[in-house]
């Protein structure tokens, strides 16, 4: 795996874990 390969790879990973964290937030405010 070259450099630009595990580049690309944080970027889809930490794009992933922004999408988790904003729907677990929409989650709590529409469950209260």
């Known amino acids: ?3 630009r390969q595990s580049d690309h ?3 889809i ?3 992933l ?3 988790i964290i904003i729907l ?3 989650i709590e ?3 209260v």
């Open 1 to 3: 795996m070259n450099r």
């Open 9 to 11: 790879l944080m970027m």
């Open 13 to 15: 990973i930490i794009s």
């Open 29 to 31: 405010i529409n469950s």
């Open 17 to 19: 874990t922004i999408l």
């Open 24 to 26: 677990t937030y929409f």
